[in-house]
């Protein structure tokens, strides 16, 4: 499945695409800018100028890294919904939307057991991550989603 798959249906795709666009825009002005720069004669410029192409290159890669990471997930999200292995999304809420944490605190010593019982299954990663992420803690989510995805490889 890829990323343009179903892209105007959904808002979080058109919101990466935008932000993407925007972010492509500005390394191109940047890397220009750069090189502008070190056609000059004064040193510091110079200088100033091999610091600019720096940054697009930086940022070019943090970007591809992110998309691959989106694309990733989303992927593996979309084997663990047609094997129903998904977290089941029942935990009680706040009147503004958000989980209610002692509800999902609860909830997460049984993902962390499923990940101690098969630390090489990408799916106990994934459902670890998305325990985390209801329980507020989006470093660790995060960490453990980058563990899923290395398994998936």
Not at 13 to 34: A, D, E, H, N, P
Not at 35 to 58: N, R
């Amino acid at each position: 499945m890829s990323f343009f798959t179903g892209l105007f249906s959904n808002k979080a795709k058109i919101g990466v695409l935008l932000v993407t666009l925007l972010l492509v825009f500005y390394l191109v002005i940047s890397f220009q800018r750069g090189w502008t720069l070190l056609g000059t004669d004064e040193l510091s410029a110079k200088a100033l100028g091999a610091a600019y192409l720096v940054l697009p290159i930086v940022g070019a890669w943090a970007l591809i890294r992110e998309l691959q990471f989106g694309g990733r997930t989303e992927k593996m999200a979309h084997i663990l919904a047609e094997e129903g292995g998904l977290p089941v999304d029942n935990l009680p809420r706040t009147p503004g939307g958000r989980i209610i944490r002692e509800a999902a605190d609860a909830e997460f010593p049984k993902y962390q057991a499923e990940v101690e019982a098969k630390p090489a299954s990408w799916r106990a990663w994934f459902r670890l991550s998305c325990a985390y992420d209801a329980a507020g803690d989006r470093k660790r989510a995060r960490s453990a989603m980058r563990q899923a995805g290395k398994l998936y490889k």
